[in-house]
């Protein structure tokens, strides 16, 4: 929480990917591409796994908020000898090869859990969940590094998939004062 807060958070006015406005810009790459972010990630998503009862064979979302988060779970979960497999979905088809849409060790087979470093709207996560879907495995969640409270979790929800959040825009704007 202390990293997002120094390293990841900025109060100011700022415009969103979404297009929203917002006095709070949070850029998770910040946190999460660091060595102390990744050392601390992947631990505390394992962890929230377990809270969970999620027992997930992957994990992965949308490039490239997702990949670092997902990256550190997976290299966490080696060392803890429970490996689960990272995978990073493209915003679009390869437009060579064969056009894969999901890159990395992802099989159809796979109990998934979906990966995002801020959830807003929800639009990424649900993309992802459409992707993962499409290519036959069972998403059995969605795990976020932030999670703005704009709405976007309420939106995942709706769609019937449960949702955990490793730190809330709340919580980062109390730490950052």
Not at 68 to 93: D, G, L, M, Q, W
Request: without cysteine; hydrophobic residues 45%; aromatic residues 6%.
């Amino acid at each position: 929480m202390e990293l997002l807060a120094t390293r990841s958070a900025r109060l100011g006015e700022f415009t969103l990917a979404s297009g929203a406005r917002s006095t709070l810009y949070i850029d998770a790459r910040m946190t999460a591409m660091s060595p102390e972010g990744l050392a601390l990630i992947g631990p505390l998503g394992i962890a929230e796994f377990a809270d969970a009862r999620w027992d997930p064979d992957s994990v992965g979302g949308l490039t490239l908020g997702a990949d670092p988060v997902s990256y550190a779970i997976a290299y966490a979960s080696a060392i803890a000898r429970t490996p689960i497999r990272a995978f990073t979905v493209r915003k679009e088809a390869k437009g060579h090869g064969i056009g894969k849409l999901i890159e990395g060790p992802f099989l159809p087979s796979d109990r998934v859990v979906v990966i995002e470093d801020v959830i807003t709207t929800g639009d990424s996560a649900l993309k992802a969940i459409t992707a993962v879907r499409n290519a036959g495995a069972t998403v059995i969640g969605v795990l976020s590094l932030v999670d703005r409270e704009e709405g976007g979790r309420e939106r995942i929800e709706a769609d019937g998939f449960a949702v955990r959040s490793l730190a809330r825009a709340s919580e980062i704007i109390t730490r950052m004062r």
